[in-house]
């Protein structure tokens, strides 16, 4: 069982930026593409960046902010968020998948089957 811990969310005002890190116990087959996933109280749970062979892919709402890396010899994913506004603000979801061909074509979270707990984020104006 691949196991996901998040940190580093917290509290900003506008225009801020946290780094969010996602700490993976292994790095095989099984986390060939990862990713971050976020949740606002009310709205369903949406794909924001995800790396596969080193290739990042982000949602259209955080494109030019949000910047996603993996340490692969660390087994460590990154979310680094500038410029955060309050539609930014949800729980953070750290995921793996270990289908390759799919993970880098879909945010669907049916083919993500291992998850973090999440890390909260707030952003106040």
């Known amino acids: 069982q691949v196991q996901l811990a998040e940190s580093g969310g917290g509290s900003v005002e506008v225009g801020g930026a946290l780094r969010l890190s996602c700490v993976a116990s292994e790095y095989t087959s099984r986390t060939s593409c990862m990713a971050w996933f976020r949740q606002a109280p009310g709205k369903e749970r949406e794909g924001v960046a995800r790396?596969?062979?080193?290739?990042?892919t982000y949602a259209d709402s955080v494109t030019g902010r949000f910047t996603v890396s993996r340490d692969s010899a660390k087994n460590i994913l990154y979310l680094q968020m500038n410029s955060l506004n309050p539609e930014d603000s949800a729980m953070y979801y750290c995921a793996a998948s270990p289908y390759w061909a799919l993970c880098g074509t879909t945010w669907s979270r049916d083919w993500y089957p291992y998850w973090g707990q999440g890390t909260q984020v707030t952003v106040s104006s």
């Open positions: 790396i596969r062979d080193g290739e990042p």
